[in-house]
């Protein structure tokens, strides 16, 4: 692996030809805009680019993807966006795991598994990345990026919100605005409206949040039965992993999601100073200081023991 920065992974880029673009398993907006803006940059070049993704594309995604699902080419070269472990690629990962030729990613937890890596952690979310990247592109900013990139930095930010957000953040934001595109409207869209089955769900969740160690600590459990009952696919789940944090006096918010698989996906949501990627590298995952997840085995019982014997150190 050879680290780069983004005149030196510009430049690769604009060397190659036939890209397939890898988003990271459970697709949310900050991968799914990165692969969109890249992609548009990349045929806005000249050059021959599609996104494949190793899960659906959520239905309030799916617009920014119209066009770029589809390959009538040789694929030539593989660049994965906000992918940091190629775990994180499901069933592509047998397909392209060795042949990642440039990842650009914003987690310091990153493997290093890909060829190239140009990598900034201090980026609030990789879509920052991908602004700076088609600058060295010399890319004609449109409003079909502006789009996709605003929506990555609002929802890794949760709208401008978490931690995570710092001026440059707002720099970026602003640049995007001037573009044309409708900020507000995409907000709404993201983070003011919610389906029933999504309010089912969370009702669901909320009858089960429970509390440990004094309270700092909240989890919610996310079963296939609940899921079924309220009616909620993938598409639903967008932001869930916040809940249990909006609780006051919780420092670590835990979200604990069932998967098809028989296994359990981890979120973990903190607050300064706790670690939620340190918490979460123990478990064998990684991600960011203040959100970060791993993937357990079952049954449930067992993973909670196992989740709150590594959580309990940090208080």
Same mark, same amino acid.
């Given at each position: 692996m050879v680290q780069v920065d983004f005149e030196t992974a510009a430049a690769f880029l604009?060397?190659?030809?036939?890209?397939v673009l890898l988003c990271h398993a459970f697709p949310d907006g900050?991968? @799914?805009? +990165?692969a969109a803006a890249l992609c548009e940059g990349l045929r806005q070049l000249g050059k021959r680019a599609y996104i494949r993704c190793p899960h659906d594309i959520p239905k309030k995604f799916a617009p920014l993807t119209e066009g770029f699902l589809?390959?009538?080419?040789?694929?030539?070269?593989?660049?994965?966006?906000?992918?940091?472990? $190629?775990?994180?690629?499901?069933? /592509?990962?047998?397909?392209y795991g060795e042949r990642v030729d440039l990842c650009v990613d914003h987690h310091p937890?990153?493997?290093?598994?890909?060829? $190239?890596?140009?990598l900034n952690a201090d980026a609030a979310a990789n879509c920052e990345n @991908?602004?700076?990247? /088609?600058?060295?592109?010399?890319? $004609?900013?449109?409003?079909t990026i502006a789009t996709a990139l605003f929506v990555g930095l609002s929802t890794d930010t949760g709208c401008f919100q978490y931690a995570n957000t710092t001026p440059q953040t707002h720099r970026i934001a602003a640049d995007l605005?001037?573009?044309? @595109?409708?900020?507000?409207? @995409?907000?709404r869209v993201l983070f003011g409206i919610k389906t029933r089955a999504r309010i089912e769900l969370e009702r669901r969740i909320l009858d089960g949040m429970r509390f440990f160690f004094d309270g700092q600590c909240a989890v919610v459990t996310i079963t296939k039965q609940m899921r079924a009952e309220s009616?909620?696919?993938?598409?639903?789940?967008?932001?869930?992993?916040?809940l249990a944090r909006t609780v006051e006096g919780v420092r670590v918010g835990v979200?604990?999601?069932? $998967? +098809?698989d028989g296994r359990f996906k981890i979120s973990l949501r903190t607050v300064e100073p706790i670690d939620a990627s340190a918490i979460c590298k123990e478990l064998g995952g990684g991600g960011h200081v203040r959100a970060a997840g791993c993937e357990l085995d079952g049954p449930i019982e067992a993973v909670m023991e196992r989740l709150l014997s590594v959580i309990e150190g940090v208080f």
């Open positions: 604009k060397e190659q030809e036939g890209f900050d991968t @799914i805009g +990165s589809s390959c009538d080419f040789p694929e030539e070269t593989v660049v994965a966006v906000d992918v940091a472990d $190629r775990k994180l690629l499901g069933h /592509l990962d047998e397909i937890s990153n493997t290093g598994y890909a060829k $190239r890596l140009c @991908i602004f700076h990247l /088609l600058r060295a592109l010399g890319v $004609r900013m449109t409003s605005m001037e573009a044309g @595109i409708p900020a507000g409207e @995409i907000n009616g909620c696919d993938d598409s639903d789940m967008d932001g869930i992993s916040s979200t604990v999601r069932e $998967r +098809s």
